[in-house]
């Protein structure tokens, strides 16, 4: 698969994931491709932290209205029922509880379920963004990561070497070749992805998993 | 969040008045290269920037290895909040965002009802340069899509605003329901000269970020 | 402020309600003597109330006096404040109101930049009974004139919320940019069958006092 | 004088000192009725902590809007240019310094301009309203009052025997008798109204007072 198509194939694994009337908010990168994949019949509302409920998918070409933009800064258009707010209503919104899902990506997760990815050590530290604030916030956090890096090194370790983005642990993380949830103890392996093996997820995730009661015989 | 929401016309004028400099900026990143704040960077006029996410302009990070710049990194939600709090004339209030990570060092913790929060200051300005859609001739202000984001919390939350706008109207020619912010707030309009990707030239080439 | 911007209809079903009983309201008063939540008073619904101005329904003074009813006063914008932080997940704020005044005694005061301030915890209801004017399929809600008061706010701060509305329309016949509740915040919506002034009787006997 | 003249001339008092473009907002009594003195040319806006700023004069009789009304319940109407919030957003412009001018009523004064005007000692406390962040967060703080109570005991006192409003003392206070200013010192006699005499005020305020060196000569 290409690095492209590996992308959409994690996006629509988390989309599986989605309720009908869930308010979603997409990070930058993987997780923005969720909303090509929502599953049909099922209506989400996106919400996007620079102040709009009901982003709707990207403009055609010659329809772009330059002041109507995802917080990633990509044009995109207005959902039926929008609404839009300023930026202390939308992060009341976040912090409050009244985001579903985030779908977030990170750099690294560590055993507890918890991520980076808003700094590398050893370079300035100049952005944030919203990443702190939707894993406090949102009801369900989702990872949505390559399981490895480019450099083929894994991302979901024992204990992250890169700084964390808080102390609230992930609720679900999906790579392109596995599912885990998190609870109390750490993570959990809920799914191999179809072509992928057992036995590759084990030897490529240094943090420790337990596996899921429901997890098909492996 | 870029260009959008900035008030570029005010901005150009700002390039050639020689005593705007030693700037201290609030916005969420300062602007794209070489436009909006950005151009005001390059051109030595921004001594601090407070924001969330700065990466998306390349020469932030230039003049903050050369120490030209001083930053100060907020999580955009704590900005936004911290701007609300300074024009509700608060003292300050306590979010869970940033508990446990690198933001949080040095900082105030505190355990309220059983989970950790940290404390955060007010935030105001002594000018506020804001993008609008609409004002009256009061100055009561809506906005456009997504370009309202950090306007209507900055125009509390600063001793002197000024809004540049797309267009004035009479007294009376806005529905009471849909103004955002009421007239006390603003002290100054400009009428809008730079359309967004007409006059400011493409926005789109620098995608992703805050 | 009386019965502005209370949602009678779902208030009177209340009334018959047998198991709606004990409970805590956060309501700028008690409603009117005898109408709206003061009708739930002197049902014995009400257990504690907490709000700004109690004084301009009679009944609440008598209840109290009788240990019937626990109250909590605030100043009006701590109570509003304090309902807001608690819709945008905030742990408790800093307000200058109230300094030097016997609603700060055994609380905590802090000195920020110089000044005093009140610490102040978040409210948040279990369920919050609102009264709105348009709402489309979805639950985004518009308000009417000085209606809108505590609504939008306490829309904001509760596990649950019925908006009482005049209108419901289409999803999409509301202009993103004039609404002011968005739909997460609403659970259940109700058809307003009680007219103020008309169904409600006359209002105006009890001027005086938020 | 009868007691609405009374004060409706104390109301036209304070409303001398209103500017052009001031935002005033009004407690209840006779600070409602500086709305009806206002100077010609003097264009105000009257804000209403249940969340409206630009309320207009009282409708006339069957033009009353019920959902329309001022923080003392009374109807009004919407004056040109007018805008409707919540009441946070209506307390957020309150403490946040956006009000010019807070005309209060006041049960007793201090020396210092400190102002009682919420609560009777053993009486039950069941009412606060706006009054402290009004006190707190205006910008100029009008105390309109008459000179002595119903019971003629003097209402400008050493000491208040009622609970203090806040700890911000009153920028001006006005009755029908005289006018203070308030400094660091304490009150400051501005003004003794026609028709009362300097012995007169200096015989019905217990609290000291020096005289401003612009008073006219007594």
Redesign the interface.
Known sequence: MSASAVMHDIARRVARHLEPGD?INLG?GIPTLVADHVPEGVKV?L????????AGPTPEPGK????????????VT?D?????????E???????????VAVLGALQVDRLGRIAN??IPGK??????????LL??AKTVVVATTHLTKKEEPKIVEECSF??????PADLIVTEHATFSVDEGGLVLEEVAPGSSYEWVRSHTPAPFRNSPTLEAV | FGLVGSPLTILEALLSAENATGLTTISNNVGEPGKGLGRLLLEGKIRRAIGSYFTSNPDVMERYRCGELETRLVPQGTLAEAIRAGGAGLGGFYTKTGVGSDLAEGREVREIDGELYLFEMPLRADIALIRAHRADTLGNLTYYKTARNFNPDMAAAAEVVVAEVDEIVEAGALDPEHVVTPHPYVDFLVRSEIRLGIDAGPLLDQAGGG
């Open positions: 308010v930058i509302f919400q996007t932290e620079n102040g709009m409920l009901g772009v209205d330059l002041e109507l933009i995802n917080a990633g800064k990509l044009p207005e039926v029922g929008a609404a839009y707010f300023s930026s202390s939308s992060f009341a919104m976040i912090r409050g509880g009244h985001v579903s808003w700094a300035p530290i100049l952005g944030v963004g919203g990443a702190m604030d406090v916030g700084p964390l983005t808080g102390a609230r």
